[in-house]
């Protein structure tokens, strides 16, 4: 393979490998403000031991969320010298805001979160619940900036540097391959670098399927205990803000996945029509649910609802969806090839285009799975509000009982495989338009490097998930500190938590 090949099979693995923890830190975060905030609010102990036991969680996740992070930060010296320069500037400025504003106070205040429950008030521990929460969010809103700015440049201008002379670069200049080392992106427009016309979408999709990570993590832990009789007020009480929380989620998170769709139309068509398979634009474009590309004959198979594409994309049924045989456009194709014949130019076109395939089985994946996690969600919220949902001895509710604990990967699949489908379906730029991935690799960098590097990343984060599990394990095994239906007899859940959010009928059920 070639070094950008394993270079990027490289990043793909450390990221998605870490990518597996932040989520269930912004999401449980959420959680722990809203457990604390109930406590607070209705001096129930019930809720201080929530609070108690899901910061235990927490603090393993954020341990080893940071632990596998910093190995990215390593890997855009290694491999991407070239893309480090390019976007230095860029980059510099948002990661260095991540790492003031989020890193810090997140950091700063976590050992009150996880050692001061006994040495501060509980007005005080709260607040530094607020502050890790925040942290975390604002440490992931930092990242998809920078990210989103990768995926829509705005705000900025290329300047080449040659000894100590800095030359601004007129608008629209196209980099070429003699640049690198000698032209780089500056800032001109900080606030037009962070509000990029992706960022506000992508950050809204990500932070709301973090929350629904965290609220299935407990949904799962809490559906085992019910399942073994075990902690049962403690797995009640926690399943149901869970489960109230995932099914708020998904509503924003629909409302979010809407507006981010026709972002994409609008920022990155070529990203769409591969998404969906589109090659030739016409009107009333259907929407594939499931099937397959083939690449060869440029078709998609699969059952299809006619003009749902162009609805969802447009909220207009006849609009059409541009297809990639018109994208990208033979100005587009002529500026950075000149002197190609239209012929020419339609036979390189598919090399501005992603792994069609790939990209479309993905962004499916997230689709069908994410469909799942909404359906799962509404359906807690509906079984709670009918007294259902904790009734373990009802075969049908232990069987869905079971669904649960295995759900907990649902919404894990469902960011990766979005993850995969906004990053493969930016290739071939690894800066939108701007700077190719080949473009971006080090110069000094060989295959059998990347290669070893791969197999110990591969092993040791082996090492790292297993470890990880055992923890985690035993803390769930341990459960809380004080089995609550041994010292106090806990509220109904629906009194505790949501006072007159479930019927009458609803109350007594859940106190059965």
């Known amino acids: ?59 393993l996740i954020f341990a080893i969320g940071v632990a596998t992070g910093i190995v990215m930060e390593f890997e855009f010296g290694t491999n991407w010298a070239a893309y480090s320069r390019f976007v230095g500037d860029i980059f510099g400025s948002a990661l260095a805001a991540e790492g003031i504003f989020a890193f810090f106070l997140e950091s700063g205040f976590l050992a009150l979160l996880l050692f001061g429950w006994d040495k501060v008030g509980p007005k005080m521990h709260f607040f530094a619940t607020c502050m890790v929460c925040l942290g975390s969010h604002f440490s992931a ?34 980099v070429q391959a003699s640049d690198l080392g000698h032209v780089r992106a500056v800032v001109d427009n900080f606030w037009a670098m962070i509000g990029n016309p992706s960022s506000l979408n992508r950050i809204c999709h990500v932070v709301f399927g973090s929350w629904l990570v965290g609220s299935f993590l407990v949904l799962s832990i809490c559906a085992w205990y019910l399942l073994k009789g075990r902690f049962t007020n403690f797995a009640r009480t926690s399943m149901t803000v869970a489960a109230c929380f995932a099914a708020f989620t998904t509503v924003l998170q629909s409302i979010s996945a809407d507006s981010t769709a026709r972002g994409v139309v609008r920022t990155q068509p070529i990203k769409l029509a591969s998404m969906e398979g589109v090659y030739v634009t016409h009107d009333y ?9 083939d690449t060869k004959n440029q078709t998609v198979h699969g059952p299809q609802i006619p003009a749902l594409l162009s609805f969802l994309c447009f909220h207009n049924f006849k609009q059409p969806v541009q297809g990639l045989l018109s994208m990208p456009s033979d100005e587009f194709l002529a500026a950075r090839n000149p002197g190609l014949t239209k012929e020419k130019l339609a036979e390189i076109r598919p090399n501005y285009w992603p792994v069609v395939g790939a990209v479309f089985q993905t962004y499916h994946l997230m689709i069908g799975i994410g469909s799942a996690v909404f359906g799962l969600a509404f359906l807690a919220l ?30 894990q699949i469902c960011m990766q ?18 700077l190719r991935t080949s473009d971006g690799l080090s110069r000094a960098v060989h295959a059998n490097q990347v290669v070893f590097s791969i197999i110990l990343f591969a092993l ?53």
């Open 285 to 293: 474009t259907p929407m594939t649910l499931f099937g397959y590309v």
């Open 382 to 411: 509906m079984l709670l509000w009918r007294g259902w949902l904790f009734r373990a001895d009802n075969p049908l509710i232990r069987a869905l009982l079971w669904i649960y604990v295995f759900a907990v990967i649902a919404p």
């Open 141 to 174: 809103i930092w990242i998809l900036i920078a990210n989103s700015w990768m995926q829509t440049p705005a705000g900025y201008h290329l300047e080449k540097i040659v000894g100590s002379v800095h030359t601004r670069l007129p608008d629209g200049y196209i």
């Open 1 to 59: 393979m070639s070094v950008e090949i394993l270079s990027r099979i490289q990043f793909a693995l450390t990221v998605s490998f870490h990518f597996l923890y932040p989520p269930m830190t912004i999401g449980l975060g959420m959680l722990l403000v809203i457990m604390e905030g109930l406590y607070l609010k209705t001096k129930n102990p019930l809720f201080h031991q929530l609070a108690h036991f899901w910061t235990r969680i927490f603090g």
């Open 460 to 512: 040791i984060y082996i090492l790292l998930f297993i470890t990880f599990i055992y923890l985690l394990n035993n803390k769930i095994q341990h459960g809380p500190d004080e089995d609550q239906d041994h010292h106090t007899k806990a509220p109904g859940v629906s009194d505790a938590i949501a006072a007159g959010l479930f019927t009458q009928k609803g109350r007594a059920s859940t106190q059965e």
């Open 417 to 434: 495989a979005g993850w995969y489908t906004a990053e493969m379906g930016r290739q071939p730029w690894i800066v939108y338009n701007l």
